[in-house]
């Protein structure tokens, strides 16, 4: 994502359910040569700059809607490039059914592209929609990926001049940033101790695209690769106005997160939460803690609403109205900046900047291929170049975090609003039948929405003691199966809704899901633990989605469930 990224529009027909369907339309007006349909259909005929090899006009025309689409024909398939007359207009040409919307990114465009029959191999028909600045496009062939992005890039060349946000960073400028900082990272940084690996590291294919919580580009998220393993990540900032490139360098492997599912997860959550509601746009979202996705929808009723999931819990963690700000004066938190601010943040990005383009010119002076790792000579030569610039690397720059203490405030009053569901934790040698007979002998009667059951694979309980537990914990922070590093990646924490204290004993909740780079699965994990002496709990948990009744007796209700000997704890899944 790259010199401007348009806020993506979910549009109807690729998150139909049957897919992305093009329809056949009139088409009353008619054009023999691009220069004719330019002189007809006006300066916005979407004639590319860049065609592959074998590709030639072969006609343009207008449908009855107002859309423009210019046909080129090749021996292998032809191309069909559309600008739509709205965002919501159906795309012409071919029909192309999948199941799947996939998010693609590349050469300045960020799009959403659908597979006839999810078949991704080389020759299969496609459909691409994107957005660019006002104006909404799609495209139908048969290309590979790289050369359909750069069609795509070459439509909208000329709309480049006038960016909807003056500090969006391309992505051929942050890909720059990362593969720089990631030598000064190694040859003259903290990468230094980071061993072998990390002296033979490069920058991993990609980028993900981050988008902030109020919805527009934050980082470009770079998988941090050595002999063909990811070992880390390095984030950069998709704006100047953050103040730096580089965000967070990543020494660990980062947490799997595929932004294609996640996003299709999302949408899907999207639509149980609010049937009949129509999607707007959805992306891969990083609202520290969470890496989620950030869905924007409009309700049955026409009601604007923005949802933050969160992959990895499978749960929504919040929602609001969307606001309307001008995007080009407002950071990643909401804040709006002042001239001054935005101005000393953007001077701090160019300076670095211009200390990457050094490292960077100075690999093409010497002949160094930065797409490989450093050879021992190359890596002297930039030992010398570092320390004849006097100057040590950047350090990070660091991630603003809302007032915490404002937060909480917000997060208490939405709480306090929102409505929820019980979970209910349980130890995972009760049967579903035994749980449900002690839910409903607390409620009086069956849940009006019935209870669906999940394992938690990766969650597991400690009932200790403080000093035990401080114990268990040296033991988890250092396995070697385990991998737990710290206590934020672990999650380590006394269970937050009404923990089940007796005495000085109580709950201790973990996860070990994403930390094990053994092969073994959770259960044999769980075994191992067992085996040496750390009394871990496996644990499932009940849901009640439907529970009936007011806050106050269902606040009882759970509150009677958690103090029930025979089940775990209880958790509130906050629904709205």
Known sequence: MKPILPTLLLLGCLLAAAGC???????????????????????ETPVPSYLPEGYVF??????????????????????RITRLSSPDAPCPGPTVAGNKDWIVQGDGIEGRLVYEGDDRSPGSPWLLRWDWNDASFCMTGRLPMDEMMRVAASVVSERRAEPRDPYLVAEETARDHATAALVEFIVAGPGLTEGEAWRNATVGAGPVLFADRNGRPFVYHYPVESGGTTIGSIKIAARTVLGGPVMDYGTTPPTAFDPDDAVSWAIAATKRIYPGCSVRDARPCYASPVTGVLVRAATADGTETCLLFDPASGRMVDEWV?????????????????????EGRVAAWHEADVRYRGTLSFAERHGIN????????????????????????????PIPEPDTAAWERELEEWQQRADWSIGVAYDADLSDDEVFAIIEEHLGSSPPGGIRTSPADSWLCLNATAAEFA????????????????ANE????????????VGDRTLWLFDIGQKNPSGMTSGEIIDL??????PVERIRIAYMRAYSGDRDEREQFAQGLNADARLLFVMKEYLN
């Open 58 to 79: 072969e006609n343009a025309t207008r449908s009855s809607d107002g859309s423009v689409t210019l046909t080129y024909s090749s021996t292998a398939a032809d191309l």
């Open 490 to 501: 672990a999650f380590f924490m006394s269970v937050i809704e009404n923990p089940k204290t």
């Open 529 to 534: 633990l067992l085996a040496e002496g750390v």
């Open 370 to 397: 930065l797409r490989q790792p450093l050879s021992e000579e190359d890596f002297e030569r930039y030992v010398d170049f570092f320390e004849n610039l006097t100057v040590s690397p950047a350090p990070d720059t």
């Open 322 to 342: 969307p606001t309307e700000e001008d995007a080009a004066t407002v950071d990643h938190l909401g804040r709006i900046l002042d001239q001054d601010e935005a």
């Open 471 to 486: 114990g268990y914990r040296v033991i988890l922070e250092n396995h070697a199966v385990v991998r737990i590093t710290d």
């Open 21 to 43: 369907t093009g329809t056949d339309q009139a088409t009353p007006e008619y054009s023999a040569t691009p220069d004719e349909a330019r002189e007809v259909f006006g300066p």
